[in-house]
């Protein structure tokens, strides 16, 4: 009894009802945080469907690509569409989004760097943040002091940098310290798309070990360049600078990869309905199913609506070891590591 006349005593004391009609939250709460940034606007008229901005997305099901029908006049578009209630409006997807305008915009994206982005938008040194450690070397290597923290993150100061090279020398990491070029940039675009086609090519031709591969093991070739060399010079003809474009876009590259065994599928079709883009079907006269490799997304959806496993989902990695290769890691996706881990 005595316990209830308490609770009835302090309902009724003054201060606590005026501090319960006068509630209000504390200011770090109710202030919009710095990184606060819009929904994000889709400009599908740029996009390349790359899939960056699916990949850096951190929450779940908020960014997937689609693909309009193809019309008489044209091919449908390929596009991000943003679902609303599982958006947390952090940014990520346009910082990441190469084109130029933005496909994705979404307010002040204070921390989009454009020397970032796989094709290079001037000739400078630059410290990538995707790579590099913060082991401070090339901090201390540089003899005009052009390099400090900003942030958290290193940073070259343009105006102070003489494009030595020192910090290339000493940088641990393979592409976090490099150099990128102003010119031909449709050249330097045409050069990767080379190398990526002919990478993914090359661990798609592995079908006998993807099919091996278990979940918590791991690929690891090396991929020659000379087979690709000659034609990387009819389009930058300057081995140096081809080598080193390379080298930029390849450290950074992933690469999602479909592995369809056709021989043990059981045509069920749960695939066909369930692909954004159209370009898994039926072929009735060969009573098999058919995947355009060249519309295919790489979403991994029909992966995951398969229920015999025959779809397998891979990611594949690489850096440039040396002149002559390029080192792949293939992994068995995970995909709850890789919507969170990635």
């Known amino acids: 009894m005595s316990s209830l006349m308490w609770y009835v005593y302090e309902f009724a004391r003054k201060a606590w009802t005026d501090a319960f009609a006068n509630a209000h939250s504390k200011p770090e709460i109710s202030e919009k945080p710095e990184r606060f940034r819009d929904f994000p606007e889709v400009h599908k008229e740029y996009c390349i469907g790359c899939g960056a901005c699916t990949v850096s997305c951190p929450s779940p099901n908020a960014i997937k690509l689609v693909r309009d029908e193809d019309s008489e006049e044209a091919e449908g578009l390929t596009y991000p569409v943003i679902k609303l209630g599982a958006c947390i409006r952090c940014g990520f997807c346009a910082e990441v989004c190469p084109t130029d305008p933005k496909t994705l915009r979404c307010g002040e994206n204070h921390l989009i760097l454009p020397e970032f982005n796989i094709i290079p938008s001037k000739r400078q040194y630059i410290v990538d943040d995707y790579l590099c ?145 159209g370009c898994i079907s039926f072929d009735e006269v060969k009573d098999t199913i058919v995947r355009d490799k060249n519309r295919c997304l790489r979403c991994s959806i029909c992966y995951q609506t398969c229920p015999f496993s025959v779809i397998k989902y891979f990611i594949a990695k690489f850096s440039m070891e040396d002149e002559n290769n390029i080192h792949a890691t293939v992994k068995a996706s995970n995909l709850n590591e890789d919507i969170f881990m990635e």
């Not at 290193?154 to 150099?179: F, Y």
């Not at 090359?202 to 278990?214: C, F, G, M, S, V």
């Not at 034609?231 to 690469?255: C, F, G, H, T, Y």
Request: net charge negative.
């Open 133 to 277: 450690i913060k082991c401070k070397k090339c901090m201390k290597q540089c003899p005009v002091e052009a390099i400090h923290l900003d942030d958290g993150r290193l940073v070259v100061d343009q105006l102070k940098c003489i494009s030595c090279g020192d910090c290339l020398d000493v940088c641990p990491v393979n592409g976090a310290m490099k150099g990128v070029f102003v010119e031909n940039l449709q050249a330097q675009k045409d050069l990767i798309l080379l190398c990526v086609n002919y990478l993914e090519d090359y661990i798609n031709d592995k079908e006998e070990d993807l099919r091996a591969l278990e979940t918590d093991e791991l690929l690891q070739y090396d991929v020659p360049i000379d087979e690709i060399w000659d034609d990387a010079l009819k389009i930058i003809p300057d081995n140096e600078i081809a080598l080193e474009i390379m080298s930029n876009a390849v450290n950074r590259l992933k690469i999602r990869i479909i592995d369809w065994d056709e021989s043990n599928c059981k045509k069920c079709q749960l695939c066909i309905p369930d692909c954004p883009t």
